[in-house]
């Protein structure tokens, strides 16, 4: 299957969440993701928090023990959403944020699925790779790295200055990268480390990154 052709639209088009994050996680010249990172979760939480944004679903109980109510059914028109959408809406029975996160990090060729859209925006493109002679395997190394310099940007004045005033948006993202352990991808890792007990103190009430790090601990202790 080939990659979309590159839309005609503006690049610099807003981002979804979950479109920031695998920018963030994949290595801008590989197109690859380091061994060992928990990026699924994080895209679930992105997931989760752009439903939250469009209103179609919320969150409701105490700040560590959040659980996801359906408020609207409509589909968005973003095919990853409307297939996480489209699962919660299937659901027997509420479920805490945590637990819908593990659940989205399952979906179906998630890394590829967002990753051709981004494709599609112009921003990466895809490319077929032998691993050790045995198969093959798609990359998405970047094209257009603007739009990841932006979000680094704006993740940087959030976690290096001593300002309060983070929006909304960028704060969640800063919230699910942290607790997926991006930041050290992104940033010296030695900074990040001294950084840490602000970043703590920053997404501490954020309750979307804390059911991504109870969903990280939950599979690796299962």
Do not use: N
Not at 59 to 85: F, H, N, Y
Not at 128 to 140: A, H, K, P
Not at 193 to 213: L, T
């Amino acid at each position: 299957m080939r990659c979309p052709a590159p839309s005609r639209a503006p690049v610099a088009a807003s981002l979804l969440l979950h479109e920031e994050v695998l920018l963030l996680a994949l290595r801008d010249r590989e197109g690859t993701i380091p061994f060992g990172s928990a990026y699924t979760f994080a895209v679930a939480g992105a997931l989760l928090a752009e439903l939250v944004v469009r209103r179609r679903i919320e969150l409701s109980g105490v700040a560590k023990k959040r659980t996801v109510q359906l408020t609207d059914s409509k589909p968005v028109g973003e095919e990853v959403l409307d297939d996480a959408l489209s699962r919660i809406v299937r659901a027997r029975r509420t479920a805490s944020a945590t637990t819908w996160v593990g659940r989205l990090a399952q979906l179906s060729r998630l890394k590829h699925r967002v990753a051709e859209r981004l494709c599609h925006r112009g921003i990466l493109r895809r490319e077929e790779r032998e691993v050790l002679l045995l198969f093959r395997r798609y990359v998405y190394p970047t094209i257009h790295p603007e739009p990841e310099r932006r979000i680094v940007e704006r993740l940087r004045t959030a976690i290096f200055t001593h300002s309060h005033d983070t929006d909304a948006r960028t704060l969640v993202l800063l919230s699910i990268s942290h607790r997926a352990g991006l930041l050290p991808m992104v940033f010296d890792r030695g900074e990040v480390k001294q950084r840490r007990k602000w970043i703590e103190e920053r997404v501490r009430e954020e309750p979307i990154g804390y059911a991504v790090k109870k969903a990280i601990e939950a599979s690796q202790s299962g």
